[in-house]
């Protein structure tokens, strides 16, 4: 079994990765479906534009080590006009036991583990499945683009979630969702339609208790020369909430400067900010001379299933299965039976 620095690797890839050409075969198990991540970290965070020129360089089936985590599986390099791209293959009921452990803990409630492996697998499906630029190249992203991916899973208790419920995903008129989720909603989920601008049938808002997570409530102080660094303005007098949407949350910012009032939608803040500096756009502001404090309650957009909704649920006895109905209602748990 190979194994692959890589810093190594991005100076001297020609070395340790035996070079094949796009097309020729390559050794694999084929009996089971595998999944493309493409693999960011610090060392490599860009993503090939579209239509942007790529060619593989060659792949190895071995170890892969990137910022202290180890990918095991198919390792592919690409040469983009951006850079080097690496790519790891590897089966999809490994990727959605590394993805579990990742997104939640790995001592949480086994029926809210289940959920969260059904869901990760759903996702990782419907990805797969999209008609995207690069889909012959990889399907998702390592990070929270998609979903986080950190290499090896060795946590007993996250292998056995995930066997139990191997090959099941969530389907509405008989495909694959998109199985969207998040940490924290904060009491209530949003409707998708608010931040994607798109209705989408099974995701729709729903009450739910979350307070044993740590972003139940949160308040952030921020500089406002920050907040002018981040949006690329000067000289703010006046921030606040101009609109909200149906669920409560923050929907449209009016924002003031010496020259102009410049609206900005609550969700391109929180991006811009950086999604944990701001956590979520369910907050109230208040203007305190140099700062703008933040006081708000939830992590992430909101849409789908809550992640400590679905581990209070479980603990109080609910199954993943009526953990999975509750936040998208109207679908049904498939065998997943593609490549």
């Known amino acids: 079994m190979r194994r692959i620095s890589i810093s190594l690797l991005l100076l001297s890839f020609f070395i340790f990765i035996p070079i094949q050409k796009p097309g020729s075969e390559t050794i694999r198990d084929n009996s089971k479906p595998t999944i493309k991540v493409l693999i960011q970290d610090e060392g490599m965070s860009s993503i090939p534009d579209k239509g942007e020129k790529i060619a593989l360089l060659g792949n190895v089936k071995g170890d892969f080590f990137g910022s202290g985590v180890r990918y095991s599986g198919q390792i592919e390099v690409w040469r983009g006009e951006k850079g080097l791209y690496v790519v790891n293959e590897l089966p999809l009921e490994d990727y959605v036991e590394s993805v579990v452990a990742a997104e939640v803990g790995t001592d949480w409630e086994l029926e809210a583990l289940k959920a969260q492996a059904v869901i990760a697998r759903t996702y990782a499906v419907y ?55 998040h940490s924290t909603c904060g009491g209530r989920t949003e409707n998708p339609e608010e931040v ?56 449209e910012i009016m924002i003031k400067t010496d020259k102009k009032e410049t609206v900005i939608k609550a969700t391109d803040l929180r991006r811009l900010l950086g999604w944990s500096r701001l956590p979520s756009t369910l907050f109230e502001l208040k ?11 939830g992590y992430g957009h909101g849409v789908g299933l809550c992640q400590w909704s679905a581990l209070q649920m479980a603990s109080e006895g609910k199954t993943y299965r009526e953990i999975l109905s509750f936040f998208y209602p109207g679908t049904e748990i498939r065998q997943y039976e593609g490549k």
């Not at 020369?225 to 909200?244: P, W, Y």
């Not at 203007?287 to 309650?297: L, Q, R, S, T």
Request: with cysteine; aromatic share 10%.
């Open 287 to 297: 203007d305190n001379g140099d700062y703008i404090i933040f006081e708000g309650k």
């Open 127 to 181: 990805k797969k499945m999209a008609e995207t630029d690069h889909g012959a190249i990889f399907h998702l992203t390592s990070s929270v683009l998609h979903q986080v991916y950190k290499g090896n899973n060795s946590h007993f208790k996250v292998t056995y979630a995930v066997r139990s419920t191997e090959g099941e995903i969530l389907t509405y008129n008989g495909k694959p969702i998109e199985a969207l989720y």
């Open 196 to 251: 994607f601008g798109k209705k989408i049938p099974y995701l729709r808002s729903v009450e739910s208790r979350c307070d044993l997570s740590p972003y139940w409530v949160w308040e952030r102080k921020i500089p406002i020369s920050e907040i002018e660094k981040a949006l690329n303005l000067n000289g703010i007098k006046v921030i606040k909430i101009k609109n909200r949407t149906s669920t409560g949350r923050a929907k």
